[in-house]
């Protein structure tokens, strides 16, 4: 008789099943279902009452239809006039805005900035082809182009003040020069 025991631990079911949990859920649902009741037996309150809005009423069959009650509003032809007006006005500006021509013309805008580009791109790639010296009046020797700039003064400036000679404003430069 050998003296392990080999069989599996006893189920114990109080560890298995969380009794308080299941306790609130339980309460929980029966919670919604109150409040749902509650709402049911209001609606069906708000449904049965009598009114002069009632379907019934409103739409009566053309027998009674002299009894029945129809919902009017004091301002319905003020409402028509105002509506019909803000109409008529919205499709003027409608037909204003279609005949419209534009101010700003997109392609002159697209060609202006190849050209832009094209010039800068040109002025870049040219920069470094002249080297400055400095003399001794702190002026460059070698600058062709006619800029006299001293030596502290970087590339960015010069392509800048070259941008500037070529008749183009301060907006069409580009910041990252």
């Not at 631990?9 to 859920?25: I, S």
């Not at 809005?53 to 003020?78: D, Q």
């Amino acid at each position: 008789r050998p003296s392990i025991d080999n069989k599996a631990p006893k189920d114990h079911r109080h560890l298995k099943l969380n009794a308080k949990k299941v306790q609130l859920e339980e309460e929980r649902c029966a919670t919604i279902q109150r409040d749902n009741k509650m709402l049911l037996d209001r609606m069906l309150q708000i449904d049965l009452k009598p009114s002069e809005l009632n379907p019934e009423k409103i739409i009566a069959p053309a027998v009674k239809r002299s009894t029945a009650v129809t919902p009017k509003s004091l301002n319905k032809e003020a409402r028509k006039k105002e509506l019909t007006r803000i109409t008529s006005e919205n499709k003027a500006i409608l037909r204003r805005l279609q005949g419209a021509q534009p101010v700003y013309d997109r392609t002159k805008w697209e060609a202006e900035d190849r050209e832009r580009q094209l010039l800068v791109k040109s002025i870049c790639d040219n920069s470094n082809r002249i080297r400055r010296r400095k003399n001794g009046d702190g002026l460059d020797e070698d600058d062709n182009s006619g800029y006299f700039v001293e030596e502290e003064e970087d590339d960015s400036e010069y392509v800048r003040r070259a941008l500037q000679d070529a008749n183009l404003s301060p907006s069409h430069i580009p910041a990252t020069l």
